[in-house]
């Protein structure tokens, strides 16, 4: 059985850093594309990036760009989304999901997500 596990969020000031991780049990991430999305509280769920099995990054919305990069360390199955100058805006529940492709149509598998709020 697939499961896919986030940690990493909290409760941080603007313009502050986090690293959060995404890992998964059943599967090995470098054979599938990794995504991130966030759900803010009222709004619907935003795609952030993509990585894919060759690491070619593709961005889902243009929001994050210069503030959030993705990457994989693949000996430690790990697929992880810096996150940087935080602003209250990005508050929101951040979740993991792994597919076939960096197409949003393919995921099969979400993790529950991790919390990420940002508050002076």
């Known amino acids: 059985q697939v499961q896919i596990v986030e940690s990493g969020g909290g409760l941080v000031q603007p313009g502050e850093s986090l690293r959060l991780s995404c890992t998964t049990s059943?599967?090995?991430?470098?054979?599938?594309?990794t995504h991130w999305f966030r759900q803010a509280p009222g709004k619907e769920r935003e795609g952030l990036l993509c990585?894919?099995?060759?690491?070619?990054?593709?961005a889902h919305t243009d929001s994050v760009t210069g503030r959030f990069t993705i990457s994989r360390d693949d000996a430690k199955n790990t697929v992880s989304l810096q996150v940087n100058s935080l602003k209250p805006e990005d508050t929101a529940v951040y979740y993991c999901?792994?597919?076939?492709?960096?197409?949003?149509?393919?995921?099969?598998?979400w993790g529950r997500g991790t919390q990420v709020t940002v508050s002076s």
């Open positions: 990585i894919s099995k060759s690491v070619t990054v593709t």
């Open positions: 999901a792994v597919g076939t492709s960096c197409l949003q149509g393919s995921i099969g598998s």
């Open positions: 059943g599967l090995i991430l470098e054979y599938y594309a």
